[in-house]
């Protein structure tokens, strides 16, 4: 079955040290890939994408993603986290071949000063 | 509007009732996606539209669930004999196309059943 894993329910790191939140796939193909974020109160928003190209992708606030095809991984990245990063984290995988759109659970980034 | 709207924001109903849900795209998206989020779960997809295409219904939980798009404007999600397992945030998003692009998100309707 298709799906996408957040292995991690919650990430706690500290002010100014670099955090990762982890997302893995199966879904067949080559899927699109996107996180959003989802702080207090407020809507799902966009983060970043991966369509095609380099494997490093750049989005908001400074977050970065790695795709990675051989592990079906896309981890989201920022070097140095911040107070006003804890949110709620989705990844989401596209599979285009069948107009369907998948999410994972989420993961709860906790940033504490 | 500035953003993707939904309505109303909160409703609760009685097992056994229909409600409709609403969603306001924003303005000259072509494509508009329902998805349900339960109770610390993930956006799990329903349905979506692009242009005039038939939807493919096939994500939506049961045959009580239907979802209807007038053109490329409003929509609306009928769940017809409502569960206490329907309740939920019900989320809508629209984008200018449908594949490989952002998705913007509007602020859901929490739908509690009793």
């Known amino acids: 079955a298709q799906s996408v894993a957040q292995p991690e329910d919650q990430v706690n790191v500290a002010e100014g040290n670099p955090l990762t939140v982890k997302c893995t796939y199966s879904?067949?193909?080559?899927?699109?890939l996107f996180w959003y974020v989802q702080y207090p109160n407020r809507g799902l928003q966009f983060l970043l994408k991966?369509?095609?190209?380099?494997?490093l992708v750049k989005g908001s606030y400074g977050f970065e993603a790695e795709f990675n095809k051989s592990q079906t991984s896309f981890h989201l990245k920022k070097p140095s986290a911040l107070v006003s990063d804890s949110a709620l984290y989705f990844c989401?995988?596209?599979?285009?071949?069948?107009?369907?759109?998948?999410f994972g659970s989420g993961t709860k980034l906790n940033v504490k000063p | 509007g500035a953003g993707v709207s939904q309505s109303p924001s909160n409703k609760v109903t009685e097992k056994g009732k229909d409600v409709e849900l609403r969603c306001d795209p924003i303005?000259?998206?072509?494509?508009l996606y329902w998805y349900r989020q339960r109770l610390g779960q993930g956006l799990e997809f329903l349905i979506y539209?692009?242009?005039?295409?038939?939807?493919?219904k096939s994500g939506l939980p049961s045959d009580r669930f239907s979802a209807e798009r007038t053109g490329e404007s409003v929509s609306t999600l009928t769940i017809q004999r409502t569960q206490q397992e329907d309740s939920a945030v019900y989320l809508c998003?629209?984008?200018?196309?449908?594949?490989?692009?952002?998705?913007?998100f509007g602020p859901g309707t929490r739908l509690t059943v009793l």
């Open positions: 539209f692009q242009g005039n295409s038939a939807p493919d």
């Open positions: 991966y369509i095609t190209g380099d494997n």
């Open positions: 303005s000259g998206h072509t494509a």
């Open positions: 989401a995988v596209e599979d285009h071949n069948f107009n369907k759109f998948y």
């Open positions: 879904v067949s193909g080559n899927p699109y």
């Open positions: 998003a629209s984008s200018l196309a449908l594949s490989a692009d952002t998705q913007y």
